[in-house]
């Protein structure tokens, strides 16, 4: 239950100060060095809507600012625990930068940097929820810290607290520890889901025919081949009995290529496990794919270095090849029709030949098989 004070209560007085609805303008005054830079996202959405004439007075300090300005006006104040809070926070951040390597043995037990990585994909940067993000940021660093009980009382919750407040004091810890930490955020490309459909034992019977590959010859490249595909197929049974695992998930995120999707869109390569799938050219000959040297090299000339990584899944490093060469997945066989003393030529065409998408969605995708049967004149 809120209490009300009242220390001078017979006067009460009217702010002239100039007041801004729009996030843009309230980073220029705030942030000028900054304010060139556009803005992805921000917590002011509710600023300059018709349902919510509020208007915020910019300034650098927001919580001492606020009060000196409503003493100075002879203004009603009002305050919540957590605005007193994420001021004390942002005060004990300088303190903590300040003083990083003293106190890196209080907060965590690595040297340097370690880089703390959020997958957010499918999403792109542009719809991604921050407020998502920050708060599994944090609970990434709490796994990381020498007393995980640090995080609960620089970032409590108090009856009053809103979304808001949890993002930015999540924020405000972040900065507090980038001494000990580098924050990246996985976007792009990706699967909202993935449905598996048949039983186990159907997709644990394609293992089970894969290995019958190798009967056909003493082929290191077949070998190579079934070793890939087993891997991948190990790595889908997987999805039926812990389908929420992070490992699973990270798992169908390395389809494209190794680099998860932050270079999707500009893809030179193909470097995931998808490869499994790529192995032969139309001729038999196997797909050239990319040696260690070749992609060292590659590595430190592009600027998009992810796309040029191997993908290594349980030690088993998979082929990284060209785009344009993913094979047809396609075969061509003649038939001769015989019709009593007629004789007919005509042509087989059949395999996986594109995607299937639902027209009322146009959002869930499946390949499809099928087949032609052609007349050859």
């Known amino acids: ?18 007041l801004f609805t729009s996030s843009k303008d309230l980073l220029t005054s705030v942030s000028y060095q900054d304010s060139y830079k556009p803005v992805l996202h921000s917590s002011f959405a509710d600023l300059g809507a018709a349902e919510s004439p509020v208007g915020v007075a910019p300034h ?4 001492v600012h606020t009060l000196l300005r409503a003493w100075q006006q002879d203004l ?41 990585e959020v997958d957010m994909r499918p999403h792109s940067l542009g ?19 020498s007393d995980p009980s640090v995080a609960e009382w620089m970032m409590p919750r108090f009856s009053t607290t809103t979304q808001t407040d949890i993002s930015v004091a999540c924020m405000l810890f972040m900065g507090s520890m980038k001494q000990y930490f580098k924050y990246q955020m996985d976007v792009g ?6 449905t598996l459909h048949g039983t186990r034992d159907d997709w644990e019977l394609i293992r089970q025919c894969i290995t019958r590959f190798k009967t056909l010859g003493d082929y290191p490249e077949l070998n190579e081949f079934v070793t ?11 999805g039926f009995d812990t389908p929420d695992s992070p490992e699973v998930h990270d798992f169908w995120m390395r389809a494209a290529h190794a680099g998860g999707t932050r270079a999707s869109g500009g893809l030179v390569t193909l470097s995931g496990w998808l490869t499994a799938f790529c192995f032969w050219q139309l001729d038999g000959t196997r797909t050239r794919g990319f040696t260690d040297e070749e992609l060292s090299r590659e590595w430190s000339m592009q600027n998009n270095p992810e796309e040029w990584a191997r993908l290594e899944l349980s030690g088993i490093g998979f082929p990284v090849i060209e785009r344009a060469k993913i094979p047809a997945a396609t075969v061509q066989v003649d ?13 087989i065409i059949a395999g996986m030949i594109g995607m299937e998408l639902d027209s009322a969605t146009m959002s869930i995708a499946k390949p499809r098989p099928g087949w032609w049967i052609l007349h050859k004149k």
Request: aromatic share 8%; with cysteine.
């Open 228 to 238: 890939c595909l087993d891997c991948v197929l190990v790595n889908m049974i997987a």
């Open 189 to 194: 490309c990706g699967f909202p889901s993935v």
């Open 335 to 347: 038939v001769r029709v015989v019709d009593g003393f007629t004789e007919e030529q005509t042509l």
């Open 76 to 116: 009603h104040l009002e305050l919540r625990p957590d605005d007193v809070w994420l001021a004390i926070l942002s005060q004990l951040s300088f303190f903590i930068l300040s003083r990083g390597e003293e106190l890196r043995p209080f907060f965590v037990k690595h040297e340097g940097q370690k880089t703390l």
């Open 127 to 145: 719809d991604v929820n921050i407020d998502h993000f920050v708060e599994r940021m944090r609970d990434l660093m709490v796994t990381q810290l």
């Open 60 to 63: 650098d300090n927001g919580f």
């Open 1 to 18: 239950m809120p209490t009300v004070i009242r220390p001078q209560p017979s006067k009460v007085g009217q702010s002239y100060d100039r």
